[in-house]
């Protein structure tokens, strides 16, 4: 069980937008910021967004995140077939002095 | 370019002890927080310790505290993590990764198995 909530698949076709949420707690989202990882199939995870709606250099702006409350999503503009992977949001959690990480939400590209 | 690289993954029986490392280059190692970060096989991600940059203070998840020390030596550019009493749900890959886990290793495999 982890400590944040994502859906554990979301899908659309190709072009289309698909956005994935990250539910936690005032301890966690709620006075801290989000990241977002993408892990393809047999690769380590790659850094999506950080502080809830930065992009690393180089990265599509087809990637956006946003934050509100003890939320924050994850969205995907223009879906490609190479979208397909694991995706996961994490923030630091002062209950338990650490960091925690959603479930992972699949996303395949119908 | 950023590199991390993770050795000293392997087989152990229960109870058994393991030390990963996990050798940097391409930044300098000693001004960032660094951590180690799990996956059992099909599963998600769990974190399981970091590091400050100067080694003086580190943080671990509950499921590991007491059993794993993490470690790091800035003249060697190194990141460790040292496991103990081993059980069969620490069997997974073990990831390390640089602070706000902007670049991370390949993973190195650790089974846990009578």
């Known amino acids: 069980q982890s400590v944040l909530t994502q859906p554990p698949s979301a899908s659309e076709t190709p072009g289309q937008r698909v956005t994935i949420s990250c539910s936690g707690t005032?301890?966690?989202?709620?006075?801290?910021?989000v990241n977002w990882y993408q892990q393809l199939p047999g690769m380590a995870p790659r850094l999506l967004i950080y502080d809830n709606n930065q992009r690393p250099s180089g990265l599509p702006d087809r990637f956006s995140g946003s934050k509100s409350g003890t939320s924050a999503s994850l969205a995907i503009s223009g879906l490609q077939s190479e979208d397909e992977a694991d995706y996961y949001c994490?923030?630091?959690?002062?209950?338990?002095?650490?960091?925690?990480f959603g479930g992972g939400t699949k996303v395949t590209v119908l | 370019d950023v590199q991390l690289v993770e050795s000293g993954g392997g087989s152990v029986q229960p109870g058994g002890s393991l030390r990963l490392s996990c050798e940097a280059s391409g930044f300098i190692f000693g001004a960032y927080w660094m951590h180690w970060v799990r996956q059992i096989p099909g599963k998600g991600l769990e974190w399981v310790s970091r590091?400050?940059?100067?080694?003086?203070?580190?943080n671990y998840a509950d499921s590991v505290r007491g059993r794993v020390t993490i470690s790091r030596d800035n003249v060697k550019d190194t990141l460790y993590l040292e496991m103990n009493s081993l059980r069969d749900e620490d069997t997974a890959v073990y990831y390390c990764?640089?602070?706000?886990?902007?670049?991370w290793g390949q993973g190195a495999v650790v089974t846990v198995a009578s």
């Open positions: 990764a640089r602070s706000r886990f902007d670049f």
């Open positions: 590091i400050d940059g100067d080694g003086t203070t580190t």
């Open positions: 005032s301890s966690n989202i709620g006075n801290n910021t």
């Open positions: 994490a923030s630091w959690d002062d209950s338990v002095n650490g960091w925690v």
